[in-house]
């Protein structure tokens, strides 16, 4: 089923998600790779994966990147949807 907003023009909210998630998904790749930002190291203890989230030397840089990810990624679907995203589309478009 496909959402649209009415105000002065009809927008496709699953498109304008869609745009925006795959933005994210670019913006976050471009950080992993050139190091601004990193995710927790994972290691194997007995055949057990484990996450060493105190090993993420950026972790505070690595939060700030994301909400600044999430927050421009808002910005740009209330300004083509002309309303805030609800929880579901946030989640849609962020994971």
């Given at each position: 089923m496909?959402?649209t907003?009415s105000?002065?023009?009809?927008?496709n909210?699953?498109?304008?998600?869609?745009d925006?998630?795959?933005?994210a998904?670019?913006?976050?790749?471009?950080?992993?790779?050139?190091?601004s930002?990193?995710i927790p190291?994972i290691?194997?203890?007995?055949?057990?994966?484990?996450?060493i989230?105190i090993?993420?030397?950026?972790?505070d840089?690595?939060?700030?990147?994301?909400k600044?990810?999430m927050?421009?990624?808002?910005?740009e679907?209330?300004?083509?949807?002309?309303?805030?995203m609800?929880?579901?589309e946030?989640?849609?478009?962020?994971?």
């Amino acid at each position: 089923m496909e959402t649209t907003c009415s105000d002065t023009k009809d927008v496709n909210i699953n498109e304008v998600i869609e745009d925006i998630d795959n933005k994210a998904t670019a913006k976050l790749m471009e950080s992993y790779a050139d190091g601004s930002i990193s995710i927790p190291q994972i290691i194997n203890i007995n055949n057990k994966i484990t996450t060493i989230s105190i090993e993420n030397k950026n972790l505070d840089n690595t939060i700030e990147k994301l909400k600044n990810i999430m927050a421009e990624g808002a910005a740009e679907f209330e300004k083509k949807a002309g309303r805030q995203m609800s929880y579901s589309e946030m989640r849609q478009a962020f994971g």
